[in-house]
């Protein structure tokens, strides 16, 4: 799933093109692109008709459309292969064209939902008094929030009683992280994804924040991370951050920093990939 630099770069995209913009109608081309929206597809277009979408935003891997002037917000959620994209009227629909929103104005652009495998979809809710769609009001800050509390990271972090990597997949804790920036992360700073967290001084806590910040806006300044054509950004382009990961995809290669080959392992139904002389295991106590 898209993790927090490739929401950023859609999220910045459509504040380029979309923002401020009156919405003339909606369509609901498949149904379960709005099954999150209870009251049904109907209801859904004839709430949006007519209202003003104002800056996009986001926090973690969540992103929301709010309406100006109402108290409520188009949550997307994009899943494995939701896209958002910003097309000319005249484009031909896309093969899995699930939602089209039309503007009130001459721009002759519209949005477009396309979602291959139909996990994602929109939603509206109502926000919360911070502006948040009420259903995440739940998720933690993300580190690139001007407002992350690096310390309540850290004294949550050890009280959390886990391993470092669940923990950095953890959304109440930290959000935005997922599989592929938390190896990467992990890898830059040396610690294998088993480590417990009770045992991290903050130093170390604060060292691994810097390697999150690091390789999160590092991701973001080509793109994100793309490995087929179902993430791209609301122009169509796909980013360009996978040719420079560093442990996440490399198993067998040499590892970059000591040359030992990167490993792999199974890990909650997905992959840890890692450097065992870089990355040592944590000793099993007795």
């Known amino acids: 799933m898209p993790e927090?630099?490739?929401?950023?770069?859609?999220?910045r995209g459509l504040e380029r093109w979309v923002a401020h913009r009156a919405v003339a109608e909606a369509e609901v081309l498949h149904p379960r692109a709005v099954r999150r929206h209870i009251a049904g597809a109907d209801d859904f277009t004839h709430r949006l008709k007519g209202h003003r979408i104002g800056v996009p935003?986001?926090?973690?891997?969540?992103l929301w459309l709010p309406l100006e002037d109402t108290n409520q917000s188009v949550l997307a959620h994009l899943g494995m292969s939701g896209q958002l994209l910003v097309q000319p009227q005249e484009s031909p629909d896309e093969k899995h064209l699930r939602i089209r929103v039309r503007f009130a104005d001459g721009l002759g652009t519209e949005l477009r939902f396309v979602d291959q495998r139909t996990f994602g979809g929109l939603s509206l809710h109502d926000n919360t008094e911070d502006g948040l769609p009420d259903v995440i009001a739940h998720i933690a800050r993300d580190p690139l929030d001007p407002l992350f509390d690096d310390e309540a990271f850290h004294q949550n972090l050890r009280?959390?009683?886990?391993?470092?990597?669940?923990?950095?997949?953890d959304q109440s804790l930290i959000s935005g992280v997922g599989n592929i920036y938390a190896d990467e992360a992990l890898w830059r700073a040396r610690i294998h994804y088993e480590r417990p967290t009770a045992g991290f001084t903050r130093p170390r806590s604060a060292e691994l924040?810097?390697?999150?910040?690091?390789?999160?806006?590092?991701?973001?300044?080509?793109?994100?991370?793309s490995f087929d054509s179902l993430y791209v950004n609301v122009n169509g382009e796909?980013?360009?951050?996978?040719?420079?990961?560093?442990?996440?995809?490399?198993e067998g290669l040499p590892c970059k920093r000591c040359g030992t080959p990167m490993r792999r392992r199974p890990w909650m139904n997905r992959s840890s990939y890692f450097c065992p002389k870089c990355q040592r295991a944590p000793r099993v106590s007795s």
Do not use: C, Q, W
């Open 4 to 11: 927090l630099p490739e929401v950023e770069v859609v999220r």
């Open 57 to 62: 935003s986001r926090r973690g891997k969540y």
């Open 159 to 169: 009280r959390k009683r886990s391993t470092i990597k669940r923990a950095l997949l």
């Open 209 to 225: 924040l810097g390697h999150v910040r690091d390789v999160m806006n590092a991701a973001l300044a080509v793109g994100g991370t």
């Open 238 to 250: 796909s980013g360009y951050f996978d040719r420079s990961l560093d442990a996440y995809g490399r």
